[in-house]
């Protein structure tokens, strides 16, 4: 109770101080995209902006205050627990991506009056949310008003950004050389007939030049900006950063090295260019610094689309890592087995068993985000990351779901498994086996070239819909190759997304289902796209699974199983105990020959 009057009496101070800020300014509002000038998802200390201003710690959110109310936004992975973290607080927590949901800039033109200044900072919102605010808010006779960063003056003890160093990825691990990377970009320019892409989102410069840093929490990224051309390339860091071998190579590639600070100054430079960017993810000051000079090309990010396909060195490294993924993911089991019951055990110290036993892999690197582990109503909330406080003990019964990840330099790993501890109800295992069925159709779809990825979510819904019940996160998302877990530029979720699925990709399969208040499940692997067959109608392809760790039979419902569900079943652990068993401890092979069973 002391604990949560505390922190609503910070974020009571916290508006108060924005609120002082925004009177000097003549502001009737202040927009908080909850992102960084790079638009990030998991953000750098320094840019926590959402979480310091609202005390909400999830990763996806918009915030906005007036004078008066204060309203925060975000999606169903995070509605239970937004609405726990905001109680207490003035902030009301609002819905997006639902039916009849109320857009912040909707909520913003129906609490203000016309001739009510809005306030952003530029730097943080991106251009084509810039212009759907705008374009709401003046439809009301409301201004959208660029302003500085009003948290630097208020926010006591700002966190300053980090001063890790950056490092080389090798080509041996990223499998193409730099400067090819950067002929590629050329190549593309020269279809567009444009001069320069701005290089903005931060896997997407790490990934161009080879290069990773730690910046960032779970994600090996470093603060940067670059810009592409024809025939040059800068990148724009913090040279205190870069070691100097680092640096003179290179320069001897031709790469021009410059401050990050000295960004939008050199922009302001440019003239009678035309410049291609990404108006989804390039923040509103880079557009603002090049508009009234040169012509602006907008279009999906050319990089994203080549990073998302992974090259035969990537795929080759992913597998690889998903093989030291998958031993410890064996010893973490048998742990779990061993304790439970036994000692003591709960939500946050299977995080860092999880960690633990992947720390001992080769060329591991960290987690690939903040674990997510959910016992009995805890499974429920779907992106829920306890702390030691307010973790729940884990005992030997019921189910529990784990969701968490590794960074490896050959590859990413993305995993949720949903175990049985004890006890199970016949209503669980009928929910469980719902959501295999679902990953298991996703998983053997075939499908023609040019297929989005909203053409493939029912696969995994179909035997959930057909009850009754859905799930309200998408089904699948790109994986960064040592990179972040979380990218773009395609998706398979219900909403539309006009970049198709194409070999080479690298992506989650993670159907779910969840009840409030009592439990979560989600069985998910990672799969690559490949190339199936080509017929007189065309190429199709399909997928390939990459994740190898059992799931657990216990929890199935074999009659709801149709009989091709059961061989890809025991297909896949076939696979997964022939490539895992050479690697694990000769004492857990009976323990593997266990969870692999045939059903």
């Known amino acids: 109770m002391l604990k949560t009057f505390f922190k609503m009496n910070k974020i009571y101070n916290r508006l108060s101080a924005l609120r002082t800020e925004m009177q000097k300014l003549n502001l009737d509002a202040w927009y908080i995209s909850g992102t960084d000038p ?56 609002n819905k997006l991506r639902v039916p009849d949901a109320v857009l912040p800039e909707v909520w913003l033109a129906t609490k203000l009056s016309p001739g009510s200044r809005v306030g952003i900072d530029a730097q943080t919102i991106s251009v084509s949310v810039y212009k759907n605010l705008q374009k709401t808010l003046f ?112 320069q001897n590639e031709g790469v021009i090295l410059k401050d990050y600070s000295g960004f939008y100054s050199f922009l302001s430079t440019i003239k009678n260019r035309k410049i291609f960017l ?15 000079r040169n012509e602006i090309i907008d279009g999906t990010s050319v990089i994203a689309k080549l990073k998302a396909i992974k090259n035969s060195t990537e795929i080759a490294g992913f597998k690889n890592a998903m093989k030291k993924d998958g031993v410890a993911l064996i010893e973490f089991h048998a742990w779990l087995k061993e304790n439970i019951g036994k ?32 016992y009995k109503q805890h499974g429920a909330i779907v992106h829920l990351s306890v702390g030691e406080n307010d973790a729940l003990s884990v005992e030997a019964h019921g189910i529990l779901l784990f969701d968490s990840g590794g960074q490896y330099l050959d590859g990413t790993t993305d995993i949720t498994r949903t175990v049985a501890l004890g006890e199970i109800s016949v209503q669980q295992k009928h929910d469980y086996t719902l959501v295999l069925k679902g990953m298991i159709a996703l998983t053997n779809a075939v499908f023609p070239v040019g297929t989005k990825g909203c053409h493939l979510d029912i696969l995994a819904r179909k035997s959930l819909w057909e009850n009754g019940l859905n799930y309200g996160h998408g089904t699948g998302h790109g994986v960064g190759h040592f990179l972040n877990v979380h990218e773009g530029p395609f998706a398979i979720r219900q909403e539309f997304n006009e970049n198709a699925i194409e070999a ?96």
């Not at 633990?356 to 674990?371: H, L, T, V, W």
């Open 343 to 374: 000692t003591d055990i709960s939500e946050f110290t299977i995080g860092q068993k999880l960690k633990e036993f992947r720390a001992k892999q080769k060329d591991f690197k960290g987690e690939s985000f903040p674990p997510i582990v959910g």
């Open 139 to 250: 439809e009301k006779n409301i201004e959208l008003v660029e302003t500085p960063d009003l948290f630097e003056i208020f926010w006591e003890n700002r966190p300053q950004n980090s001063s890790d160093k950056i490092f080389e990825l090798e080509s041996d691990f990223s499998g193409q050389l730099r400067k090819n990377k950067q002929i590629e970009i050329a190549d593309f320019l020269e279809t567009k007939c444009a001069d320069y892409h701005i290089v903005s989102m931060l896997d997407e410069l790490a990934w161009l030049f080879n290069m990773r840093g730690s910046d960032i929490n779970y994600n090996p990224v470093f603060t940067g900006f670059g810009l592409v051309g024809k025939n040059e390339s800068y990148l724009f860091a913090d040279d205190s950063k870069l070691p100097e071998e680092l640096v003179l190579k290179l």
């Open 278 to 292: 990404d108006s989804s993810t390039t923040n509103y000051s880079i557009y603002s610094a090049l508009i009234n």
């Open 504 to 599: 080479g990709m690298v992506m989650s399969n993670e159907p779910a289902f969840y009840r409030e208040g009592e439990y979560g499940i989600r069985t998910e692997n990672m799969m690559v796209c490949i190339e199936k067959q080509e017929t007189e109608f065309g190429k199709f392809l399909g997928f390939e699974t990459l994740t190898l760790c059992p799931i657990d039979t216990t929890l199935i419902d074999i009659e709801l199983m149709t009989s091709e569900e059961k061989s890809w079943l025991n297909s896949y652990h076939n696979k997964v105990n022939s490539e895992l068993k050479p690697l694990i401890k000769k004492e857990l092979h009976g323990f593997l020959d266990e969870l692999t069973r045939e059903i």
């Open 38 to 93: 790079h638009y990030s998802e998991y953000l750098p200390k320094h840019w926590q902006t959402r979480e310091f201003i609202s005390g909400f710690t999830g990763s996806y959110g918009v915030v906005a205050v007036t004078k008066n109310e204060a309203g925060l936004w975000t999606d169903s992975r995070y509605f239970i627990q937004a609405e726990e973290e905001l109680q207490g607080t003035e902030i009301t927590m």
